[in-house]
């Protein structure tokens, strides 16, 4: 009796230290990724902004000696659209901190000030993925990185600020908080040259309008962020009524088409570095939907291009300022 009852106690010992050692040997140290040690600093501060530290292990990258943010990683593309919107936000805070940045900058025009954001570097999936509704053959998705950042309006070129930076009173200001509209590329390229401003190339624009957010819109429903046609009555509304994206920027969806620098030509299926079409094309970019067209036209994704001339009712444009170079 009295030796059986020491064998179960041995066996269950055993087992015990069986079990021990199986959860040991799986206990294997995480691996070490050298740039990350070398970044020590930055990923504390990261994870003081709640990035948890998986997406930082599994997003970030480096690029010339820079950790920047790969929105195109896969763990990224798995995330919800409110985790990405809230990590894309924490790292543009971030990068403006660890770069002395403002995140919000005022350009002065003739007294008129136009507000600009910061826009981090990173990578991202430009397109859109083939099952996404609404989606038209010239959307091809391919990895972009932005390597440099740089300030986009805030908001749509407003009548009033296109009117005052171009020394021209004739009509009222009534409506000057209105998107300037019926501008043609060529008007904003004049508009842009006289201001030390450039119209953002198609990635940038795409980059700066998704804001981290991989699917359709830079959030969940349409009509919170842009005017268009089930919204808008048919009207061009002021500029910042709806909700901002992650990174602040109001109304990419909807109320006015943005042209953008490129001519419109298909996308390269391989992976690019700041890309820019120069080559003459039959059309120039413009992007966002507009306030007469169904929210599908307003996806992230959603390309449009016309002649450089065309003075459309639905084209406005929105400006970016370039970093000086250090
Ligand atoms: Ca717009
Ligand atoms: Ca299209």
Known sequence: MFQSMSTKVCLALLLALALLLSVVAQEKPLPVIPWLEKHEKDIDSLKSL???SEVLKNC???INGELIL????????????????????AYQVWYAR????ELEKVVNLNGVPLVMRLIPPGKFWMGSPENEIGRENDENRHQVAISKSYYIGKYEVTQLQLESAMGNNSSSFKDSNTPARGVSWNDCQNFCGKNSLKLPTEAQWEYACRAGVTYAYCGTSP???GWYKDNSKDMIHPVGQKSPNSWGLYDMHGNVFEWCLDWKRDYSSEEVSDPIVLSTASERVFRGGSFSLNAQSCRSGNRGGSEEGN???YL???VLLKLTEK
């Open 50 to 52: 709640q990035i948890p």
């Open 60 to 62: 970030m990258v480096e």
């Open 223 to 225: 009509d919170e962020y």
């Open 316 to 318: 406005g444009f929105r």
């Open 98 to 101: 660890k770069h002395g940045l």
């Open 311 to 313: 003075q459309g009712n």
């Open 70 to 89: 790969d929105m195109s990683a896969d763990f990224w593309c798995r995330l919800g659209v409110n985790e990405q919107k809230q990590y894309a936000a």
